[in-house]
């Protein structure tokens, strides 16, 4: 791999390291500690999840604009500065707005590191966005586990260690990014003319996929919202809810390079890998939805980590060999913006769903989505003469 995606990759794991001390315990520490209850808890999570998808958006029309590393160089600062404040005020309704800033701040960043790790290694197709993805979990599976411990101890310890992991952060994208180039697309207007009905149908196919890819998104957020405060009431501590995330890092760090070549040997398409994928979150959602110990939600989490791992990746790479020279950006801020609306749905759903009526319920609603999912993957590519398999134009293992 070039030295540039290795840059990307060890920025990558660090922002992730940091978020994770916060993120799996925002839900357990909004209705626990702040006092407040799930549904509350999912609005403020929609806020900050909503302005996170305005930040993806923003983050992919600036990567177009000024580049990869004026954008990311932004968002830390705006991540950083919400960060300190949020340090030092941590109560209600502080909590919210600098959530919600961090929200912005922290969407800016990933459309422009994916769309710099397609652009600095074209020949290598899907691994590129492998690899961020991998280190992503590397930071989860580190980050909520060293989260777990100290929260236990002090969440005002949570809020300062996310923070020193983004000032590390914006050390390593100064001295590390701004050496990474990305030519700047430039088209003539015949190129642009032939090419504007074929951006459509491409456009098009992302949205669709997108849409399956969002509602996967809203079920997997109870991970972290609804069934976070579950495992609470049923007396399992927040170490072993933390660990359930450990090991989910743990299981993609170690089992992603296996499945890629399990992938490459059976030239499974894109679409044949989502699918698969979906259909093992299923298996993990009727597993967790009989749960009442932890050895139940962890049997549930191990089949998630599987799951996500045909999942997470491939919708990038899709992106990616969709979008046209010079957008993309664009394409991977509608995918990373996709995630987050998940993200934003799915905590103020669970919520008013186990609020209004139970857990049990929230289960049966998760199962559907994931059937509409597996409708809009299948039809996705209809309108593409190409067919996204593995192995075709830029989405090569």
């Known amino acids: 791999m070039p030295r540039a995606l290795w840059l990307l990759i060890i920025g990558m794991a ?73 340090s030092i005020w941590h109560d209600w309704p502080q909590y919210v707005v600098f959530l919600t800033i961090i929200g912005f701040g922290t969407g800016i960043i990933f459309p422009s590191m994916y769309a710099m790790a397609g652009s600095v290694w074209k020949e290598g197709g899907r691994k590129s966005f492998n690899a961020l993805y991998v280190a992503q979990n590397l930071g989860v599976a580190v980050g909520a586990s060293l989260g777990g411990f ?3 101890y002090s969440f005002q310890l949570i809020f300062l260690a996310n923070t020193i992991m983004y000032v590390i952060f914006l050390l390593i994208a100064i001295f590390g990014y701004k050496g990474i180039v990305v030519e700047p697309a430039r088209h ?57 995330w450990s090991i989910n890092g743990a299981i993609i760090v170690l089992g992603q390079p296996l499945l ?45 980590s599987i799951g996500e791992m045909f999942i997470w990746p491939a919708v990038p790479t899709i992106a990616f060999d969709l979008a046209p020279k010079g957008r993309e950006g664009f394409y991977q801020g509608i995918v990373n913006s996709t995630a987050t609306g998940g993200r934003m749905v799915g ?47 830029r989405g090569q293992m």
């Open 150 to 152: 100290v929260a236990a």
């Open 347 to 393: 905590p103020l759903l669970g919520g008013i769903i186990v609020d209004t009526y139970s857990m049990s319920s929230l289960f049966f609603v998760l199962i559907g989505l994931f059937l509409i999912a597996i409708l809009t993957t299948l039809m996705y590519d209809r309108g593409i003469k190409r067919k996204m398999v593995s192995g075709t134009l």
């Open 14 to 86: 660090v922002n992730v390291i940091g978020s994770s001390f916060l993120w799996p315990l925002n839900a357990i520490y909004i209705h626990n500690h702040l006092g407040k209850s799930l549904s509350v808890a999912g609005i403020v999570l929609m806020l900050n999840s909503g302005a996170n998808v305005i930040g993806n958006l923003y983050g992919g029309f600036l990567f177009d604009k000024i580049g990869g590393y004026k954008s990311i160089i932004l968002g830390i600062a705006i991540s950083l500065l919400s960060l300190i404040g949020l």
């Open 188 to 244: 003539s207007h015949h190129e642009k003319a032939v090419k504007t009905v074929k951006s459509k149908g491409n456009l098009q196919a992302l949205l669709i996929v997108c849409a399956g890819y969002l509602l996967c998104w809203v079920a997997y957020s109870q991970w972290t919202t609804t069934i976070a405060t579950y495992t609470q009431e049923i007396n399992i501590s927040l170490k072993q809810y933390s660990l359930l």
């Open 260 to 304: 890629n070549g399990v992938l490459k040997k059976l030239s499974a398409s894109l679409k044949v890998q989502i699918l698969i994928g979906i259909g093992i979150f299923i298996v993990s959602f009727l597993v967790a939805g009989k749960a009442s110990a932890f050895s139940g939600f962890l049997v549930a989490m191990i089949i998630l």
